[in-house]
């Protein structure tokens, strides 16, 4: 699929790192260095601008080595880039650990995975077709 890309940042376009992988690195857009408190939240531009066709969206995902290295995520994770969005796209990142941690220029800070969906038409009902499951939720299944 080829999608429009308007690229003002100081790095290459976002790329997907291996053959088979669902995401395309964005990265951190940045003058200088921001330093994230423990708990503190910032706003990372990436310097990129997409187009993408109607009936798709970019879900902007933490990167699972920030999360699992340095406890780094997305406030708002999955993040979504409707096709009609023609802004650039900034990642809200917060720090859960319990250490400063430094967003330094260039470096991967989320991936970005585009992805079809489907327009729902509501039908009204009186009920719903019964499930094993029902409504059961919230750890209703076990731990098994």
Known sequence: MKVKLLNKSAWPAPEYATEFSAGMDLKANLESPVTLAPLGRAMIPTGIHIELPEGYEAQIRPRSGLAAKHGISIVNAPGTIDADYRGEIKVILVNLSNEQFVVNPG??????????YEKVEWVPAESLEESGRGEGGFGSTGKK
């Open 107 to 116: 470096e991967r800070i989320a991936q970005m995975v585009v992805a079809r």
